[in-house]
């Protein structure tokens, strides 16, 4: 069982920047695919970013690309989104999720989820 644990949320003005953590602990696998959603009031939780733990290969929902930066510390178990440029539309709670499954974009697929942490952005 792994546990995540997100940090880093809070309020910033538009064109603002924020970084996001997420810390795993618990028993991990050697190989796994951790990745950031989001959630708005009255919408569906959509995905933001993912990264391949071993690889670091990462990916990006078009709506955050060149803006946002996922990234990892295996030596601390942590993952990391960096925004920049922030728009208010960015205005989300923010979920760290973890598979062992194949790269994905569905967060039905994911297994493991944080608590969430409220990123608020305003005009």
């Known amino acids: 069982q792994a546990q995540l644990v997100e940090s880093g949320g809070g309020l910033v003005q538009a064109g603002g920047s924020l970084r996001l953590s997420c810390a795993a602990s618990?028993?991990?696998?050697?190989?796994?695919?951790m990745a950031w959603f989001r959630q708005a009031p009255g919408k569906e939780r959509e995905f933001v970013a993912r990264?391949?733990?071993?690889?670091?290969?990462?990916a990006y929902a078009d709506s955050v690309k060149g803006r946002f930066t996922i990234s990892r510390d295996i030596t601390k178990n942590t993952m990391y989104l960096q925004m920049n440029a922030l728009k208010p539309e960015d205005t989300a709670v923010y979920y760290c999720?973890?598979?062992?499954?194949?790269?994905?974009?569905?967060?039905?697929?994911?297994?493991?989820w944080g608590q969430g942490t409220q990123v608020t952005v305003s005009s």
């Open positions: 990264v391949n733990w071993r690889s670091g290969i990462t």
């Open positions: 618990g028993r991990l696998l050697s190989t796994y695919i």
């Open positions: 999720a973890m598979t062992p499954s194949l790269p994905t974009t569905q967060a039905r697929l994911y297994d493991y």
